[in-house]
Structure formats: C-alpha cells, structure tokens
C-alpha cells in the first residue's frame, strides 16, 4: 500500500509541510502555529479558507485554521482566577490562546505529519505546555476523502493547570462564492447563549434546548455564530455536523468524539473584514468558551502535571 508522503515547502515565505496522498489529495500546514492553509481532494478544489499574507498568517487574523490552546474562544475582560490566584491574558490571545502564535517543528518521520511546540510559563499562563498536532490524509470506499486531526496537550509544569483545547478549520464548498446556499446540520439537544462579545451567560441560562438535529435547510441571510453542546453520538459513535450543498449534493462533514470534544462552533464569518460569509467555521472544542471562568467548569478544565488533554478531529468531503 502506498504511503501518504510529506514534503517541505513553503507558505508565504514561511516553512511549511505538504502532506500528498496517493489519490492525489494534498494539504499544506504552516508551521506557524501548525495552521492548516489548505487541503485539496482534487487538484482544482480547495476546500479551506485561509490567509492571504504572512502577516495575516502570524496574527491569525479571522481564527482562520487556528489551534486553540491552552484556551478556547474568548475569555471575559481577559481575566481569570485559578487556584485562589488572578491571571490577565494580552489582548492577542485573549480569544485563541498561545499556540497560534508558535512555530512548530516537525517530531517524527512517517506518513503523519507530527508537529510541536513548548510554550513557556507566562504572566497569563505560568503554567509551561507542549503541544503536539498530528495531520493526516486518507480516503474512502466511495471516493471520499478524509482529513484528521489529533490535538495532544500536556502539563509540564509541577502543578494542576486550567487547559482547554479546539482547533478553527474554516470549510468552503467549490463553486460557491458565499454560504447562503449551504445547509448545515449539528445533531447537538443544546445551544450555548453568549452576549455580544461571545462571553456564555452565567450558570444554566447559557444553556438552551433546541431540536435534535440543529438543521438548517438554507441558509440564507441567516447569521451563525452559535456554540453547541449536548452533542448526539451516531451509529458509529462519533457526532457528525454536516455542512452541504443542496444543488451538488456535495458535503464537507466534521467528526469529533463527545468525551473529547463536547462543543462545536459554526460561524458563517460575518464578521470577518476580509472575505466574509465565504466559508463556515466547524471548530470542535473541549470546553465551551471562557470556561476558565465558570464554576461550572472548575473541576473539568483541571489537568494534573504530567497529564494533559487530547482530541481528534475529521473532516471529511464527498464530491
């Protein structure tokens, strides 16, 4: 059987990987921040959106493709309280963490491309991490392609850190200039009520019910910036959020698994400056946002030293 190979390259001047599978599919990470920039099942369709410049690349400018830890989503006024002490986070990692703004270095030969980092104590964070993320391509039975991803962060510090983790792929469908056409569907019983900023609503009135399956026909105009929780396993044991074009019939399809990822977001990018409402966010999360914060989440977001926090994630298209 031949072997996914991984070749050096570059992005934007910038060190990078390619990953080329033997049907022909390819994805390129950036070593900056281990930031997927592209993944193409066939040589004409590129399926992620991503950043135009190295500039936007090292900022992470939109979230775009975006490994988030050791926390997730924003955190209110960039304060929080751990273990009796109190923490402020810069303003640049406020909404995504620290490691999009490493540059990650290969760890391992093979056809998965394995990529780490160290991220050193802090004044916001004094609680030094290592982060792996693994990238690999395959392809299924009826011509379907498929890229994971496995997430692993550890404590390395000598005491119990708050640790959150997700990761931000932002997905678009060929031949559609923006996502009005699309349909989306999240098999989640919950919704996650946030205040303008994206901060959840304390306690159990950030908690909504909704129908089993969130399932949205058409789009449309329709604005999504929405978290859910409450996420509903299928026969194979993993949650399945669906992002579909009615007109092809072709799909992009999120994987997680609940126990690792209890929360997904989608964001129709609204609110993006450059290039908005042209892909959908499907970002499958540990934690739900500002959890650093909630009392609900103070014995979750625990990780012991030496231990630390994993997920892995599937993105899957059928043409």
Do not use: C
Request: charged letters at 20%; proline letters at 8%.
């Amino acid at each position: 059987m031949v072997a996914t190979d991984i070749v050096k390259t570059q992005v934007f001047d910038e060190p990078a990987w390619e990953l080329i599978s033997p049907t022909g599919a390819r994805a390129i990470v950036a070593e900056r921040g281990a930031t997927l920039v592209s993944w193409k099942p066939r040589p004409e369709i590129e399926l992620i959106s991503s950043y135009e410049n190295a500039e936007e690349l090292d900022a992470g400018v939109g979230g775009r493709g975006l490994i988030m830890a050791p926390w997730v989503g924003p955190i209110e006024s960039g304060t929080y309280s751990f273990a009796g002490n109190d923490y402020r986070v810069d303003d640049a990692g406020r909404v995504a963490g620290l490691a999009f703004r490493q540059n990650f270095k290969r760890s391992s030969s093979g056809s998965t491309l394995s990529l780490r980092t160290a991220i050193p104590a802090s004044r916001g964070y004094p609680w030094p991490i290592d982060v792996a993320v693994h990238f690999s391509l395959d392809s299924g039975a009826e011509a379907e392609e498929h890229l994971s991803l496995t997430l692993e962060v550890r404590n390395v510090s000598k005491e119990d850190a708050p640790l959150t983790i997700g990761w931000s792929p932002h997905v678009m469908l060929p031949g559609l200039g923006a996502v009005s056409n699309l349909a989306i569907s999240v098999p989640s019983r919950t919704k996650i009520l946030t205040n303008r900023h994206g901060i959840p609503l304390p306690g159990e009135s950030a908690y909504a019910g909704v129908n089993m399956p969130m399932d949205i026909e058409y789009l449309g105009s329709a604005k999504l910036d929405d978290y859910y929780r409450g996420l509903v396993p299928d026969n194979y044991g993993v949650v399945a959020t669906r992002v579909v074009d009615p007109a092809s019939n072709s799909s992009i399809v999120l994987t997680q698994e609940p126990g690792e990822a209890p929360v997904v977001h989608v964001n129709t990018g609204d609110n993006l400056e450059r290039a908005p409402r042209t892909a959908v966010a499907l970002a499958p999360m540990s934690h739900v946002p500002d959890a650093f914060n909630r009392p609900d989440a103070s014995g979750s977001i625990r990780v012991s030293p030496g231990q630390s926090r994993q997920m892995t994630a599937t993105l899957t298209y059928r043409a």
